[in-house]
Nanobody, 124 residues
Framework: QGQLVESGGGSVQAGGSLTLSCVALGYRYEHYDRYCMGWFRQVPGKEREEVARVDGENMGSATDGRFTITRDNDMKATYLHIRSAKPEDTAMYYC??????????????????WGRGIQVTVST
């Protein structure tokens, strides 16, 4: 019915930048703008944490000023740009979707439909 597929991860040196992509596939995401999209990350032994989200109208927010989240509703894709990467950004990154309430601009939890994740490794 629907699938989120992450790409663009890999290794980068500290101070560098990279962009992660998440493409939504399947009937579930036919009306992609009805979803908030979020990027999360997780390191072994720790809970998964949200790093950024963007609503259906492309209003985004991030937990760190080095992260920028954008989306292309026509392409059904969401992007996370990481600049000035730090070793502590090393993690598995996941994207997920939540219902978007346009009248309130609210992302109705929970986020779900998790992708398989993509590894980001930042080296010194």
């Amino acid at each position: 019915q629907g699938q989120l597929v992450e790409s663009g991860g890999g290794s980068v040196q500290a101070g560098g930048s990279l962009t992660l992509s998440c493409v939504a596939l399947g009937y579930r995401y036919e009306h992609y703008d009805r979803y908030c999209m979020g990027w999360f990350r997780q390191v072994p032994g720790k809970e998964r944490e949200e790093v950024a989200r963007v609503d259906g109208e492309n209003m985004g927010s991030a937990t760190d000023g080095r992260f920028t989240i954008t989306r292309d509703n026509d392409m059904k894709a969401t992007y996370l740009h990481i600049r000035s990467a730090k070793p502590e950004d090393t993690a598995m990154y996941y994207c997920a979707a939540a219902e978007f309430r346009p009248r309130t601009g609210f992302c109705r939890p929970p986020f779900g439909g998790w992708g398989r994740g993509i590894q980001v490794t930042v080296s010194t």
